[in-house]
């Protein structure tokens, strides 16, 4: 419904999305920042980044994976959200996951 939060995740890869122009999204993705392979936007036209946070899991072990969430706020009309997870320190190298996701105003 249109105005309530909408939880998007790794498995949303490739779909549409309905949203409206104000509402905001989470965003989940699963990263393992101590092994430098962070997710970051290659296209987020149309969104604010309200917040970019790693969530652990309460009493993680040290080095375990956790997700990235982002929240972001639509600001209007149809956008395609892209991401990677890479390396930032190494400019040219491959990605090891991509993300795609595309956002339509109803």
Known sequence: MPGDLVIVTQQD????V??????VIELHLPENPTTGMRWSFDDHAGVEIL???NDLTPN???GAASHR???LKILGGDTQLR???G???????????TFDLRLRIE
């Open 13 to 16: 890869r490739g779909r549409e």
């Open 87 to 97: 390396q930032a320190w190494e400019p040219g190298t491959e990605p090891d996951a």
């Open 69 to 71: 969430v982002f929240v």
């Open 60 to 62: 993680s072990a040290p």
């Open 51 to 53: 917040e970019d946070r």
């Open 18 to 23: 309905p949203v409206s122009a104000g509402q």
């Open 83 to 85: 991401l990677h997870r």
